[in-house]
């Protein structure tokens, strides 16, 4: 009979645990949707600042169970979106178009510090972004151009950036 009790109030103890860390959960996920745009805008410069100083960077996708990590080196904010661009023929566009969830790791130079992105990539098929896009980075126009079926620029939303290193704690911004 003892045992019986000691389960049933593990089992209690348990379910009030889940409960309070979901609860916990949620709590802190309606603070995030209620972040300001001005620090959202912050944190998001601060992702592609990183970007940009890492310059290549790798996206890690899933086909199925199988995950899959690619090179990548470009990013654009445009028109308060944080973008990266890719073929609407390559796989990891097929990949993000079944699952539009995604891991970033940017590794700086050093070796030392790294930062993980994720969050989920949705396309967009506005013309004047995919010509904001290659007017920055002309190099891809000999690619792609912004109306060739093929040029996917593709922003991302529900991000988290964790900004990690060896000799200090992690720190974690949302946009």
């Known amino acids: 009979m003892k045992q019986i009790l000691f389960a049933a109030a593990m089992l209690f103890a348990l379910t009030a645990y ?3 860390k979901s609860t916990g959960t949620v709590a802190q996920a309606a ?3 209620s972040m300001d745009t001005q ?3 912050k944190n998001m ?3 592609q600042a990183y970007l940009k100083e890492c310059g290549t960077f790798f996206i890690a996708t899933t086909d199925g169970d199988q995950p899959h990590v690619r090179a990548f080196g470009v990013s654009e904010i445009i028109d308060g ?3 990266i661009m890719t073929g609407k023929v390559k796989d990891v566009y ?3 178009a079944k699952n539009g969830k995604f891991e970033i790791c940017a590794l700086k130079k050093s070796g030392n510090e790294w930062m993980r992105l994720s969050g989920t990539l949705v396309n967009d098929e506005t013309l004047s ?3 904001e896009f290659l007017s920055r980075n002309p190099g891809l126009k000999s690619m792609y151009k912004a109306d060739d079926n093929n040029m996917a620029v593709l922003y991302i939303t529900n991000a988290t950036a964790r900004f990690c290193s ?3 704690p992690e720190r974690k911004v949302n946009f």
Do not use: D, H
Request: glycine residues 4%; proline residues 0%; without cysteine.
């Open 31 to 33: 603070t995030a949707g």
């Open 129 to 131: 972004v995919k010509e």
């Open 81 to 83: 979106r944080l973008y």
């Open 39 to 41: 620090t959202k805008q």
């Open 166 to 168: 060896f000799a200090q």
């Open 45 to 47: 410069e601060e992702v």
């Open 18 to 20: 889940s409960q309070n």
């Open 94 to 96: 097929k990949q993000i």
